[in-house]
């Protein structure tokens, strides 16, 4: 006799890169704890992969983590973490106002819904930078292996990512990929 199968809620999430909808389920001890160790380590590297491990263990349809723009990544992380441990998330602020030449310090708490106020907006037409009438280029969103490679000090690393997130160079006659 086989032993039980155990079934999860399936959930769904729309995706900026992805037409369908990308069905997932809640992650489970396993990945939570793995995302604990990751974040333990404290090294970018590590958490990084943990993330991208979590999504390909939740995701029921086939997806490559490693192309979806860094956007989708973090969308797609907040809506499996409110399936997984709860919708709303407590966050807390310090308040860094200067009154009479004192910060004031309070700290402030605030509750999120982050099924209900986190919302992706698409801007059709934003990826396309016009350098003049004819000539132009199509830009991609970046991925987060592109992403993690940036050093705030670096310009070169930047520069480089902007020139990595050019999908299309166009004129009025030619398209260059």
């Known amino acids: 006799m086989a032993l039980p199968k155990i079934e999860y809620p399936v959930h769904t999430v729309q995706l900026l890169s992805i037409k369908e909808p990308v069905r997932f389920r809640p992650f489970i001890v396993k990945e939570q704890k793995l995302?604990?160790?990751?974040?333990?380590?404290?090294?970018?590297?590590t958490i990084?992969?943990?993330?991208?491990?979590?999504i390909n263990n939740c995701s029921i349809d086939d997806i490559d983590v490693d192309k979806l723009p860094l956007v989708d990544i973090e969308y797609f992380f907040l809506q499996l973490?409110?399936?997984s441990v709860s919708e709303n998330v407590d966050l807390f602020f310090k308040c860094k106002n200067v009154v009479e030449e004192k910060e004031c310090g309070m700290i402030v708490d605030a509750t999120v819904d982050i099924t209900k106020e986190v919302n992706i907006i698409n801007s059709a037409g934003s990826n396309k930078?016009?350098?003049?009438n004819k000539v132009g280029v199509l830009m991609r969103y970046p991925t987060l292996n592109q992403v993690k490679l940036i050093d705030d000090e670096n310009l070169t690393a930047k520069e480089k990512l902007i020139i990595d997130c050019v999908d299309k160079i166009f004129d009025e006659e030619n398209v260059i990929d």
């Open 81 to 83: 973490r409110a399936r």
């Open 129 to 132: 930078i016009m350098f003049t």
């Open 48 to 54: 990084i992969d943990a993330v991208k491990q979590i």
């Open 35 to 45: 995302l604990m160790m990751a974040l333990e380590s404290d090294d970018l590297e």
